[in-house]
């Protein structure tokens, strides 16, 4: 059915894998625009009420394809912009309640991603970076209304304008993750809280997600973000964020 996703259905609990596991699940035009209409589709799927949303392979995802920054500024590059807000919204939107499976890294617009779903699980071994503002950019796709809306302003400002690294146990405590579990029990941990929600009536089920994602947009609405490609095209076309992004690429692949 795609390109670069996996989906399944196994009665009321659903599947979105990113499936590019020899690049860390990267986030192209095509993956983005995928995950949208994966979105859309299990909406289609009226049995099901709970989707795991997880990563193929060791990482959850590597954020942004940097493939994408290599074109000039206009066109491609605000599409791709464009599309990642799109992504997140229509992943929060779905009907059925979304539980992120995070193993490895889960960087920039992995992040993201992982933000838009209602739930988080992560294994002990988890690892999070939001590396954008070293990559002269500015974090997109609705990512600083979601952070500010799961661990708060100061540190939403601290972790993006730092880029450093961060662990599942600081993430946990900082509520971004509802539960860290050992490696080895990420999957089935991640099964059974599936389960439990499949368990529950429908109606409820989702009137309570939804009564909670309208509290939520009322305090810090997403729809603001409309305007987030607009500024990553102006950071493409600035210089001293060009500097920037090329003195980190290139200390990247030094590594």
Not at 191 to 198: D, N, P, Q
């Amino acid at each position: 059915m795609f390109e670069t996703l996996l989906t399944e259905t196994q009665g009321p609990i659903g599947r979105l894998t990113l499936n590019r596991e020899d690049k860390l699940n990267p986030l192209s035009a095509l993956t983005l625009a995928e995950i949208a209409a994966a979105a859309r589709w299990f909406d289609e799927q009226r049995e099901v009420k709970v989707v795991i949303v997880g990563g193929a392979g060791r990482a959850f995802s590597a954020g942004a394809d940097l493939s994408t920054f290599s074109g000039p500024p206009e066109g491609s590059v605000r599409d791709a912009a464009e599309v990642g807000r799109q992504m997140a919204d229509a992943l929060e939107r779905m009907r059925a309640v979304s539980i992120a499976e995070i193993r490895g890294w889960c960087i920039g617009g992995g992040l993201v991603l992982a933000a838009a779903c209602d739930l988080r699980v992560a294994s002990e071994d988890a690892r999070f970076s939001i590396p954008e503002v070293d990559l002269g950019i500015p974090l997109a796709w609705g990512g600083i209304p979601r952070l500010v809306r799961e661990i708060g302003p100061a540190l939403t400002k601290e972790l993006v304008l730092t880029c450093r690294p961060f662990d599942a146990a600081e993430a946990k405590a900082a509520g971004f993750l509802n539960r860290v579990v050992p490696a080895a029990d990420l999957k089935s941990e991640v099964e059974s809280l599936a389960v439990l929600l499949a368990q529950k009536a429908s109606h409820t089920l989702f009137s309570t997600k939804q009564h909670v994602n309208a509290v939520t947009d009322q305090m810090l609405g997403t729809m603001r973000s409309w305007s987030d490609a607009d500024g990553l095209v102006t950071a493409l076309g600035d210089e001293e964020c060009n500097e920037a992004r090329r003195a980190y690429l290139k200390k990247r692949a030094q590594r």
